[in-house]
C-alpha cells in the first residue's frame, strides 16, 4: 500500500510539474502581449520560446536591440531577473492580424547586476500567423 501511495504522490507531482510548464496559445493580441510579460516575471523561457516569433526582437530600457535568442538565454541563464511586474493603462489597437499592444509596467528588476525599479512604458506588437498569435516586437522606455 506504501509503494503505491508513494507512485501515485510522485505521479501527481509530475503532472503538477508538466501542468506548471505547459504553454498557453493566446487568445488575441492583448492576450499574446500579457502572457509575454508573465513569461519574463515567471522567468519562463520555454513559454518565450514558444511565445516570440522568429525575427523577434527588443528595444530595451538601454536602447539596445536584442534578439530572440538573447532574450531567451539571458532569462534562461538569469541575467534578467523580473521579481516584480505589474501592467497598467493597457491599449490594444487592432489591425486584423495585427495588434499593437501600448501601456506601463511597473516593474522591479534585475539586468546583468544592475537593480532597476520604476515604470517603464511599453510598446508590444503581437501578429497572427498560421493561427497562432505571435510577440513580434517589443520597444521598453523607463519614465524618468
Same mark, same amino acid.
Do not use: C, E
Given at each position: 500500500m506504501k509503494k503505491f501511495a508513494l507512485s501515485l504522490l510522485l505521479s501527481c507531482s509530475s503532472l503538477l510539474?508538466?501542468?506548471?510548464?505547459?504553454?498557453r496559445q493566446p487568445a488575441d493580441a492583448t492576450d499574446c502581449s500579457a502572457i509575454f510579460f508573465k513569461a519574463l516575471l515567471d522567468e519562463d523561457s =520555454?513559454? +518565450?520560446k514558444s511565445l516570440l516569433s !522568429?525575427?523577434?526582437? $527588443?528595444? @530595451?530600457?538601454? @536602447?539596445?536591440? $536584442? !534578439?530572440? !535568442?538573447? +532574450?531567451? !538565454?539571458a532569462i534562461s541563464e538569469g541575467y534578467v531577473n523580473v521579481q516584480t511586474g505589474i501592467l497598467s493603462g493597457v491599449r490594444t489597437r487592432s489591425y486584423g492580424d495585427v495588434g499593437v499592444i501600448s501601456g506601463s509596467w511597473t516593474v522591479k528588476a534585475t539586468i546583468s547586476n544592475n537593480s532597476f525599479g520604476g515604470e517603464v512604458v511599453f510598446m508590444t506588437v503581437c501578429t497572427k500567423s @498560421? @493561427? =497562432?498569435? #505571435? $510577440?513580434?516586437? $517589443?520597444? +521598453?522606455?523607463?519614465? #524618468?
Open positions: 510539474n508538466f501542468a506548471q510548464t505547459t504553454y =520555454n513559454t +518565450l !522568429d525575427d523577434f526582437s $527588443v528595444v @530595451g530600457m538601454d @536602447g539596445q536591440m $536584442v !534578439d530572440r !535568442d538573447m +532574450l531567451i !538565454d @498560421g @493561427g =497562432n498569435w #505571435k $510577440v513580434a516586437a $517589443v520597444q +521598453l522606455t523607463p519614465i #524618468k
